[in-house]
């Protein structure tokens, strides 16, 4: 059944180490080390360098292509299975965050209505792309944000925000002067 096909010779002790690179090429390793092709699972990438060293080393160590696809794969299951890790910890630690802030307002109703008031004053102040920052980031969600935008709901009357000068927030100077 062996016989016809190509048959590779396994170099020996003395071989050059041009007799090892023709044996590496025949199991399957590329020709240079740039000329290794990975491909990546969705959501991940691979820095540049770091790609260069990965294919110097799998190069040099003779992997063949399909072996070094396979560690790229591995690595970045890793890279997942800890983003994924990371991101569960952080949720818990937020949300231990917030239970610590609803107990320490006086329990769930007063912890709404804080949540109320911080969300009347970023309806009030902040714009589309603030409101999406505070959204993406998950800063919206921080106890510090929510006490920081209830205080500032607080601040707010007639729905209208004092900014210091005595002056309501989005009244024009000449509807002042007239009121004066």
Known sequence: ALLGKEKI???GEKATDQEWATFLQKLGRPEAADKYDFKLPAGVTM???????????????????????????????QKLQGAGIAQAAQQAQAQQAIDAYREKVGGNDKFMARVEMARTAVRALADDGFKTFLNESGLGSRPEAIEFFAKMAGMMSEDKLRDGTGVNYGEDPATIQKEI
């Open 47 to 77: 820095d540049e360098t770091l790609a260069k060293t990965f294919k110097d080393v799998a190069f040099k160590s003779g992997l063949n292509a399909k072996q070094a696809q396979a560690l790229v794969e591995w690595d970045a299951a």
């Open 9 to 11: 010779i396994i170099p």
